[in-house]
């Protein structure tokens, strides 16, 4: 069994310089992906609908298929998940990849063997070649990962035809379309739960994991997700005696199944004791690895929270990438971003300052520049075609001439007096302010406020070390230039008085953790509770605020 992992470890970082040289001839695989998708779904009833047939060259393609969301497509997907052939592939699907639903409804996916050969497993291996490559026992050795998103599901739902509809995390691939395709720690000790639970039970499932793993050598954390991440240290801390009384008399939440480890028990109390609380690092001392999602709302937070984890512990990156399919994939050590995938999918941007229209014009891969920002659109042969993603991506730098990019914030538009402010805005913003002032920020989410009659953002951010009343006024102040800085939008809307100035609102770490609690109680599943940096729930803005 060890050969085996070892083979398919040096298989992944095949994959990875596979995509990696695939660069070096990035406009013939992007026409190789495009002439392929059509001539492939031609005979669909949506290829049918646009003239896949006659459609030549890319500007025949833009002109025959307009930019579309995933509210335009429902009604062809729904046609497929009802089980009707050939609406958006030739292939049927076998499964329906779900999004976590997080800015609205759930989004359904098809998944079908090419999309599967040709998109997403190409793209899924080469990202996870980069851990294989550097760190190779998160790979070879199955207890050496602890990947905070994984969950299986005993009953998954199903669509109306009967095809499964679920998370790509819960997805058995090896079992749907007979590929190898394992994540870090699927299959670890805890993979299979020891106690039944049920599937709706959330936080017990993962307090099971997190209580297994907690009698092996961790050396990697997987969340994909980085929230989840963050809050693995606040869960333990509430965990702490359960864990430690499970530990000791072998139980699984009180449940017998396992072996008395009265000596871990003892070792792990008297570790936090010394630590003065339970930490991930209290636990697993020699952790090397985290693996999640780095820009964005995480880039506030992660340096600090990387030392709960332990010293010397590196984060990795994970894809700029959707349930709908793959964008940026890291092909290296760099700590936030990785190139096109250029093979797998047809990429088209718009300008990031612009709201997308179905007959947007659209710029291809080799026509964007560093340190701008665009709105995503792809095309691949899964069935979704000039597909607007709802994501932006910031463009670090180029390799070999293909952006590599980084994931910048959801196209969300905050637009209260014609500042026309993005989440990458706010990001930036926040995170050049508080390092100017010498401040860590452990979350942050923002809201307009109509203050006195004027409307104007209000920040409630959790600040280490705790600000001195009179450094408040000059933080927000700071954050109000730096947001003109970045925004002509902004400053315009400040200068004709139509926006009133930022304040900060400090409040304890706690309060996003219990926001992070509300959520799974409403019944979002834990890998998919994602940081807020514009919070759209009034009730949640006055939790967060103690109100």
């Known amino acids: 069994m060890t050969g085996d992992r070892e083979t398919y470890r040096r298989g992944l970082v095949a994959d990875k310089y596979r995509l990696a040289r695939a660069l070096h001839h990035a406009g013939d695989w992007q026409e190789r992906v495009r002439t392929g998708l059509l001539a492939e779904n031609a005979d669909t009833v949506f290829g049918s609908a646009h003239d896949f047939t006659r459609l030549r060259t890319m500007d025949d393609y833009r002109a025959a298929v307009p930019l579309r969301t995933y509210a335009d497509y429902e009604p062809w997907i729904d046609r497929a998940a009802a089980g009707e052939p050939g609406i958006l592939t030739a292939e049927e699907p076998r499964l329906f990849f779900t999004t976590s639903g997080s800015t609205g409804a759930r989004k359904r996916v098809p998944v079908t063997s090419r999309f599967l050969t040709t998109t997403y497993l190409p793209f899924f291996r080469a990202a996870m070649g980069v851990p294989a490559e550097y760190f190779p026992e998160v790979i070879t050795r199955p207890a050496a990962t602890l990947n905070l998103r994984h969950d299986r599901l005993a009953r998954p739902a199903t669509t109306g ?7 790509p995390s819960q997805a058995d691939m090896g079992r749907a379309f007979g590929v190898a395709l394992r994540e870090p720690g699927g299959d670890a000790p805890w993979a299979e739960l020891p106690v039944p639970v049920d599937d709706s039970a959330y936080l017990d499932k993962l307090y099971l994991r997190v209580r297994m793993a907690a009698e092996h050598d961790v050396r990697c954390v997987i969340g994909h997700n980085p929230a989840l991440i963050a809050m693995l240290p606040v869960l333990l801390a509430q965990w702490w005696p359960r864990l430690l009384r499970d530990l000791h008399d072998g139980t699984y939440l009180g449940a017998p199944g396992g072996t008395p ?4 028990a003892a070792e792990l109390e008297r570790q936090a004791a010394y630590a003065g609380r339970p930490t991930p690092a209290v636990i697993w001392p020699r952790i090397r690895l985290l693996y ?8 506030l937070y992660l340096p600090r929270l990387r030392e709960l984890y332990g010293t010397g512990v590196t984060v990795l990156p994970t894809p700029a990438a959707a349930s709908e399919g793959p964008v940026g994939v890291p092909l290296d050590r760099h700590p936030t971003a990785g190139p096109l995938a250029v093979s797998t ?3 088209e941007f718009v300008e990031a300052g612009h709201d997308i229209r179905a007959d947007s014009p ?5 026509e964007l520049e560093a340190g701008r920002d665009y709105h995503v659109v792809f095309s691949h042969i899964g069935g979704l075609y000039r597909y ?9 730098d180029h390799v070999h001439g293909v952006p590599r990019v980084e994931y910048a914030g959801r196209n969300t538009l905050s637009d209260a007096a014609g500042e026309r402010l993005r989440e990458f805005h706010l990001v930036r913003a926040l995170r050049a302010t508080a390092l100017r002032a010498g401040l860590d920020i452990g979350n942050a989410t923002c809201r307009v406020e109509p203050g006195t009659g004027t409307p104007g953002y209000a920040v409630a951010a959790a600040l280490h070390p705790e600000p001195l009343p009179g450094e408040l006024p000059a933080l927000a102040q700071a954050l109000d230039r730096e947001l003109g800085r970045l925004s002509h939008g902004y400053r315009a809307a400040r200068a004709r008085g139509a926006l009133a100035a930022p304040v900060v609102r400090p409040v304890a770490p706690e309060a996003f953790a219990r926001h992070w609690h509300r959520r799974v109680a409403a019944g979002m599943r834990p890998p998919e509770v994602k940081d807020q940096i514009l919070q759209p729930d009034p009730a949640a803005w006055k939790l967060l605020l103690g109100e």
């Open 161 to 167: 035809s009967g095809r499964h509809s679920l998370g």
């Open 261 to 264: 480890n009265p000596s871990r």
């Open 292 to 299: 999640c999602w780095a820009s964005g709302v995480a880039s």
């Open 345 to 347: 999918a047809l990429y």
């Open 362 to 366: 659209t710029l291809l891969h080799h």
């Open 388 to 396: 607007v993603l709802g994501d932006l991506v910031h463009v670090v």
